[in-house]
């Protein structure tokens, strides 16, 4: 199984990036996927989830009304649009799959993990 990440770079505050997950290996419809991020000397957090079939979401409290999830099952993908970036959003973003559940603020015990992708968010 492999989830790749894309995607990441640097950007201004206020601007807008879109994270790509490429899978393979896995039967992608029938996995919950996920967004997490890791900032330096802090503990990884969940970001942002999506139910196998899309239809439900999760979000961070603090990425609410900013990113959005969302899947292409017909493309093995998952995506994270993320807009009015913020300085705070600086990271290495990960996603990740679960056969069992989506990936919530209580929830982050996910089956699978890719290798994530940098996102710097200059003030």
């Known amino acids: 199984v492999q989830l790749q990440a894309s995607g990441g770079g640097l950007v201004q505050a206020g601007g807008s990036l879109r994270l790509t997950c490429a899978t393979s290996g896995l039967t992608f419809s029938s996995y919950n996927m996920g967004w997490f991020r890791q900032a330096p000397g802090k503990e990884r957090e969940f970001v942002a989830g999506i139910t196998s079939s899309a239809i439900s979401t999760y979000y961070a409290d603090s990425v609410k009304g900013r990113f959005t999830i969302s899947r292409d099952n017909a493309k093995d993908t998952v995506y994270l649009q993320m807009n009015s970036l913020k300085p705070d959003d600086t990271a290495v973003y990960l996603c990740?799959?679960?056969?069992?559940?989506?990936?919530?603020?209580?929830?982050?015990?996910?089956?699978?993990w890719g290798k994530g992708t940098q996102v710097t968010v200059s003030s």
């Open positions: 990740a799959a679960d056969r069992l559940r989506p990936p919530s603020p209580d929830y982050s015990d996910m089956d699978y």
